[in-house]
Structures are given as C-alpha cells and as structure tokens.
C-alpha cells in the first residue's frame, strides 16, 4: 500500500495564478483532511470530507475550494492564489465514521510558495 | 474552542537524556490525545494515541498518559537517541465523527551526540 500520496511535491506560483492540489489514499478510508502548515503555527484544518460526496469547511476556509472526486480522491483548488498561501499543504485519511476515534494517516504533503 | 498549548521549542537535549515535553488542552467533552511526529521533509507519523483518562499511550520508547484532572498529555522517554531528532505535536480531537484535529504548534527537538 502507498497509503496517502500527494502531488506535486512542490509548486511555485504567481500571484493570481490558480492550481489544483491532488491526493489519493489507498486504505478504504471514508474521510479526508486538508491541512496547512505554516512556521510557528502547526497545522491548521482547510476542508474536511466525512464520506464521499460531502464536504466541509474548517479554520481556514477562504480562498480555497475541495472536491471529493470518489472515495479515494480529495483535491485541493486555488482559484487565485496569494502569498499568504505559501504553506506546505498536508492530505489525510481516516477510517474515521460516527461514534469512533481514529488516528489520521498523513501523506508527505506539497510545498507551495506564492510569489 | 478548543486548543492545544505546548511548549515551544527548540529543546536541544544530549544523548540518553530523559525527555519531557508537555502538552495541555482545552477541548469541550472528553477529547482523544495524540502525539505525532515529523521528520525533516516528512509528513506526520503517528506516535502514541490516548482515549479516554488515565489511559497511557506507548511506542518506541515514549510514552504518554492522560490526565484529565490537569488536562495534560506530556510526553516522555527515558534515554533519547540522535534519531529523535524530529518535531513533535501533540493533538486532540473532541467527540466521534470526522471533524479534524486540533494541533499545538509543534516542538522542534535536537538531540546531540
């Protein structure tokens, strides 16, 4: 199993610009993580999907859109990006459903700078 | 809301040194506790998980306990090595369902030879 894989690893990118972020995981999970990283700060939620075909916003919401393609698939879109979305941008995955506690799955994440 | 405080590092320690660093929180309920670890160019690896109180979490070494009467989540290991040079987060996650975690700000931690 890969488990949690992202592209691409990195990715510099003009104000303005737009790009979509993908990653997949191979566990048969039903949910699925966004999160970004930035010095100082740890990581932060972006979107979260519970199960496919649902999708919902965390702390930091703006500027970003998700789709949950099928169960496997989470991408992340930057319709217009900004410098204040240089980050490194994580993906997770967790068998996680109603009523349970799991550990979430992390992939190697994409570093993004925003010029 | 809730949150995760941990104490900034970094914590630059030598070899077979005991380890400590703590994590407290705040979460509505009672949260699950995790500890996870990066290494340089990494994403995160989970370390030890904590359920409910006074459960321990264990794994290579470190080891880490619930406690809801001070709400904390220190972690600890007895003899750190060069390869537990990494950065460390503790979490929390409140309640069931899918929502996502809560970090602290991460604990950058040098261990010298």
């Known amino acids: 199993n890969a488990g949690v894989t992202q592209t691409p690893k990195f990715q510099v990118l003009k104000t303005g610009q737009s790009m979509t972020l993908q990653c997949a995981q191979d566990?048969?999970?039903?949910?699925m993580y966004w999160y970004r990283q930035d010095p100082g700060m740890g990581l932060r939620l972006i979107y979260y999907?519970?199960?496919?075909?649902?999708?919902d916003k965390g702390e930091v919401p703006n500027g970003y859109n998700v789709s949950r393609l099928n169960k496997r698939e989470f991408s992340l879109r930057l319709e217009s990006a900004a410098p204040s979305q240089t980050s490194v941008y994580f993906c997770?995955?967790?068998?996680?459903?109603?009523?349970?506690?799991?550990?979430?799955?992390f992939g190697p994440g994409t570093r993004l700078t925003v010029l | 809301g809730d949150s995760v405080t941990q104490m900034e590092g970094p914590v630059t320690l030598s070899e077979e040194a005991f380890l400590t660093i703590n994590c407290t929180y705040t979460?509505?309920?009672?949260?699950?506790l995790f500890w996870y670890v990066q290494y340089p160019g990494e994403g995160l690896q989970l370390l030890l998980k904590?359920?409910?109180?006074?459960d321990k979490g264990s794994n290579k070494g470190f080891e880490a306990t619930y406690r809801k009467e001070t709400t904390s989540f220190h972690l600890e290991k007895g003899s750190v090595q060069v390869s537990d040079s990494a950065v460390y987060f503790c979490?929390?996650?409140?309640?069931?369902?899918?929502?996502?975690?809560?970090f602290g700000k991460g604990t950058h931690l040098i261990i010298q030879p």
């Open positions: 566990m048969n999970h039903n949910s």
């Open positions: 979490a929390l996650r409140s309640g069931g369902g899918a929502d996502g975690l809560t």
């Open positions: 999907s519970a199960s496919e075909g649902t999708t």
């Open positions: 997770a995955s967790s068998p996680s459903g109603q009523g349970g506690i799991y550990e979430q799955f």
């Open positions: 979460a509505t309920g009672y949260p699950s």
């Open positions: 904590a359920t409910k109180a006074d």
